[in-house]
């Protein structure tokens, strides 16, 4: 009789060891979640010699250390792309975008600011455009302005007030702007300042310069009001709040996080 419950008694202690491991697993096991970024915004998120890298991929891998129950899965793509994904709910967020809650009602909510950015005018070093009051300035000039980054002026790259004042080309990627406003194809571009530090310092050219100061935008993680809403990612409020606080104790930290990216 004694071995029979002795024999029940140990059945019984493995089935709760073997519960307490099941949902230990569970409960530690790590989510993955894919947030889309840039291809090609330098020195902050772009694809080199095949690889991911830049100033906010470092940042988010950091982040990524120190959420504990998701794995982040960064996905490149060109940004106008990207941010269609993400309206249209196909991805839970996008990296890098200003605060265009009231401009780009899709993508919301915002995350934390991970970092800020200075939109300015760069020109040649011998343009007639240096030291220019934005925009009244550049009456007449021609700029350029990289697709899918309307958000560098809020918005507003293609508004009646601005196509009138200034004659804008859309080109595809930082790269190509900087060369023509090196070999004098347009008068100047709409830029960032960190991103033209960064492609001077890797150019033997005589640099372009910043003509003026055209704002200051917070750089954040914009979620999918879509896929929200339609509670495509069942972990996304999870997820959003434990990416706040990382980013929140990141910035204690580090208060300002640069584009010292070599």
Known sequence: MQFFR?????????????FTFISSAFSYAETTVTLLTDNSYKPYSFVEKNALQGSYID???TLDREIDNFKIELQAK???????????GDAIGIIGTYFNAALWPDI?????PIAEEQVVVVCAADSRYLNKTWPSGFAGALLANVAGYDGWVN???????LTKLINFIE?????VAYNMVNKKNIDCTLFEKDTL????????????????HVSSETVHIGYSKKAL???KFPFAAQFIKEMDIAIHNYKSRQPRITADYK
């Open 59 to 61: 940042v988010i891998k």
């Open 155 to 161: 918005n507003e790259v293609r508004s009646e007030t």
């Open 6 to 18: 002795f024999r029940h008694m140990l059945k019984a202690i493995s089935g709760i060891l073997f």
């Open 197 to 212: 530090s960064y492609l001077n310092s890797k150019r033997d050219v005589q640099p372009p310069v910043i003509a003026a």
């Open 171 to 175: 080109v595809p990627n930082v790269d």
């Open 78 to 88: 060109p940004w106008r792309q990207a941010r269609q994904m993400v309206e249209n």
């Open 229 to 231: 809403s339609d509670s």
């Open 108 to 112: 919301y909510p915002y995350s934390q």
